[in-house]
């Protein structure tokens, strides 16, 4: 470690942009991240953000459902607050999609009798990426996860962030975990890995019709059915103006400074957004 700090530190001296990237990697080298926070939702269901995505906590009195599982060096850290809220093992963990902030400490949670479920496509893109931790089970439209009389669903609506993102239902509570399909201020389309700005809006649309009133997004604080509505409309207009660029006939790079400057796209979405984007809107 450090002597790749040292490399990169010579580097910079090459110009001012690498000499800010080695800072900023050299300073997060020396910070540790702050601890998580676990959020209350509702008496038994709880939200633990920090680095990753967010993981969700379902009390029971026969253990806890837990909806994704961060970087696998959160582990300890997602435990010892799950211990927090309840005596009881960890039964069941859901992945929203396959992406490694979600489904990091899979490993570990296998390895501790977790009985992991998620969509059937995350889990073909889990195999295509190589990522550890593989579920034996898997769903395609819907299902249901009963213990300790209480109920928790797994539905998919279609692709958006990826082709295999299931939103999770905790209907005594009113609430959905939307993973990555409700993240940040701008979505991440993973086009690699089937992810499809068009379908995106319906997926959506598909969503707002339940019934619900709170919803955890994959990132950040709790958020509400209005919210979502908003973050679905303003992906409408992203998707409206992002077409009108495509058929003006603008060029990648082009289109590409068009989104970071009206929509904030950063370096992941130029990566894995701007190609497919292009090639769907065409
Ligand atoms: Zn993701």
Not at 244 to 268: C, D, P, Y
Request: proline share 3%; hydrophobic share 40%.
């Amino acid at each position: 470690m450090n002597k790749s700090i040292g490399i990169r530190v010579a580097f910079a001296s090459l110009t001012l942009v690498t000499t800010f990237t080695a800072f900023t990697q050299q300073k997060g080298g020396l910070e540790l991240p702050p601890p998580f926070s676990l959020v209350k939702v509702a008496d038994d269901l709880y939200n633990i953000v920090g680095s990753g995505g967010n993981v969700a906590v379902y009390v029971t009195d026969e253990g806890a459902i837990v909806i994704d599982d961060k970087f696998e060096r959160n582990f300890d850290e997602i435990m010892a607050n799950v211990k927090k809220v309840t005596d009881k093992p960890v039964k069941y963990l859901i992945n929203t999609h396959h992406h490694g902030d979600h489904t990091g400490g899979n490993s570990k949670m296998i390895a501790a009798g977790v009985e992991i479920l998620l969509h059937k496509n995350a889990r073909a893109n889990m195999v295509t990426g190589k990522l550890p931790g593989m579920s034996r089970v898997t769903f395609t439209d819907e299902m249901q996860v009963v213990l300790g009389g209480k109920e928790v669903q797994a539905r998919y609506f279609g692709r958006g962030h990826t082709n295999g993102d299931a939103v999770i239902f905790f209907p005594a509570r009113r609430t959905i975990h939307m993973g990555d399909l409700m993240a940040g201020t701008t979505p991440l389309i993973d086009y690699p890995n089937g992810g499809s700005l068009v379908e995106f809006t319906k997926t959506l649309d598909a969503v707002l019709k339940c019934d619900f009133d709170t919803v955890i997004p994959g990132h950040g604080a709790v958020q509400t059915k209005a919210e979502l509505q908003t973050y679905r409309d303003n992906l409408g207009k992203l998707q409206a103006r992002a077409r009108e660029q495509v058929r003006l006939g603008k060029s990648k790079e082009e289109i590409g400074q068009f989104m970071t400057a009206n929509f904030g796209w950063g370096a992941q979405q130029q990566r894995m957004s701007l190609d497919g984007m292009i090639a769907e809107l065409k």
